[in-house]
């Protein structure tokens, strides 16, 4: 009988618990980001639900993806340090980071073209 040597890359699940709780709300945050993405040209609404989509969202969509360049930074930096499962870990770390930005920059790109159409 042949012994099978099992799959030596982890789960998803198993990815995603190390992971760790804070990136994934960062991850989580760049999705809802991506999902609620501005259109191009929308006006600016001063109130009501409006005011979410047009004033708060745009204002956080450069914050969480400069927060997931630096994430990607400081695990590169962190990798250099440890050894090989911390390094397969901030490595993963770094493709879910460069993941999330890649996905919100897309959503965003039509907006942002727009903007500096407009400029």
């Known amino acids: 009988m042949t012994d099978i040597a099992p799959d030596s890359r982890p789960s998803l699940a ?3 618990l190390e992971i760790g709780p804070l990136r994934l709300a960062l991850g989580l945050s760049a999705l809802v980001l991506a999902v ?3 259109a191009p040209g929308i006006e ?3 109130e009501g639900w409006g005011l979410i989509a047009t ?3 745009p204002a956080l969509g450069p914050i969480v993806f400069f927060a997931l360049l630096l994430d990607m930074l400081m695990s590169r930096v962190l ?3 440890t050894d090989a499962a911390g390094r397969r870990r901030y490595r993963t770390a770094m493709l879910f980071d460069g993941a999330m930005a890649l996905v919100l920059l897309l959503a965003w790109l039509p907006f ?3 903007l500096a159409a407009r400029a």
Do not use: I, N
């Open 36 to 38: 609620f993405a501005p």
């Open 112 to 114: 942002l073209l727009d």
């Open 79 to 81: 990798m250099s340090d």
């Open 44 to 46: 600016t609404r001063l």
């Open 55 to 57: 004033g708060v969202l």
């Open 14 to 16: 198993r990815q995603l």
